[in-house]
């Protein structure tokens, strides 16, 4: 699951603005669709806006991709729970908007127990070449190409010379494979793909 070359970290630890632009381009979609799940859609790119900007001006230095991706989510996390906790003020004093406060603290509940560790996203990647590697040859396959390689369901459907259904139902196999594997993980998982 690592996407991010040693040498692209290596030149983001120099402060490379090239590598900052490849580190940005590779993780700040998944950012965004990570804190979208807990603030509208305008907020999550603002907050994954200032955790890069923080990376960029801090340039904090990394020895893996699992300390990259633990860096980036947890800005993001904290963003995100600075964000909640000033909208849960708000709407302390905002009485008409009873459901959405609600809303607010699971969230808020949510982000606060989502491990964004080093640890985890390695724990995660153990459990995702486990978890690949116990699928059907098939399945696994079109998994492969599917998810980790970008593929259309019909450009796997051609390469495989199987039809798109097919295709459509060896992914859920695999989705629902990994669902049961990484569920601790879910929250992340859902955007490292």
Known sequence: MTVISEKILELLNKNSEAAFDVVF????????????????????????????YMLFTKNPSFQNEHQLQSYLYSVVKNNCLMFLRHEKVKQKYSNHQLAEAKSLYLNIE????????????????????????????????????????????????????????????????????????????????????
């Open 110 to 193: 949510a982000l606060e127990r989502l491990d964004t560790s080093p640890i985890a996203f390695t724990e995660i990647e153990r459990i995702v070449s486990e978890t690949l590697e116990s699928l059907p040859p098939r399945c696994r396959e079109v998994f492969i190409l599917s998810r980790m390689e970008g593929k259309k369901n019909g450009e796997v459907a051609s390469l495989l010379n199987i039809s798109e259904k097919a295709v459509e139902a060896q992914i859920t196999k695999a989705l629902k494979a990994f669902k049961i594997s990484l569920k601790d993980y879910l929250a992340l998982l859902v955007f490292m793909f």
């Open 25 to 52: 381009t590779i993780y700040y979609p998944r950012l965004v669709a990570f804190a979208n799940e807990f603030v509208p859609t305008e907020d999550a790119q603002n907050l994954v806006q200032d955790a890069f």
